[in-house]
């Protein structure tokens, strides 16, 4: 059985969030009241919570030769889901932190990924492994 994950995060307006996890990634919106807001993601339960004056701050972790963002949250998707999201992204305008692109090459963790922010400046993930068996694989990464 498959769970899906919950998780609570800080945005600065709950309208602004409506407008980007609805509009631009496409989320559908479940129940809100005025400080806070339901949506999903990919099947899995993401709350967009009020918090006045918010502007979400990352450190940088090398990961492959890119300076990924830390904290972030989002979605491992098919490889087809992955190039359509992009597609839409790109449609957009979404200024993409790391372009999509093709990590760990010939590697078991072989994956596409990208990373943007919200408006709030919250980073988001989203990827695909090319071997969706390994998305748990045991292993160890050497640089």
């Not at 994956?111 to 292993?139: I, R």
Request: aromatic letters at 14%; hydrophobic letters at 40%.
């Amino acid at each position: 059985m498959t769970c899906p994950f919950h998780i609570a995060f800080p945005v600065r307006d709950v309208e602004e969030a409506r407008a980007f996890y609805g509009g631009v990634l496409g989320c559908p919106e479940g129940r809100s009241a005025a400080t806070w807001v339901d949506f999903n993601l990919f099947g899995h339960q993401i709350v967009a919570h009020l918090v006045k004056g918010y502007h979400g701050s990352s450190a940088h972790n090398a990961v492959d030769g890119d300076p990924v963002p830390v904290p972030h949250f989002g979605a491992a998707l098919s490889v087809e889901q992955f190039h359509q999201l992009a597609g839409q992204l790109k449609a957009k305008d979404v200024k993409f932190v790391i372009e999509p692109h093709l990590r760990f090459k010939g590697k078991p963790g072989e994956q596409w990924t990208m990373f943007f922010y919200d408006p709030s400046g919250n980073a988001l993930e989203f990827k695909a492994m090319t071997n969706p068996d390994n998305l748990f694989a045991k292993y160890v990464v050497t640089d």
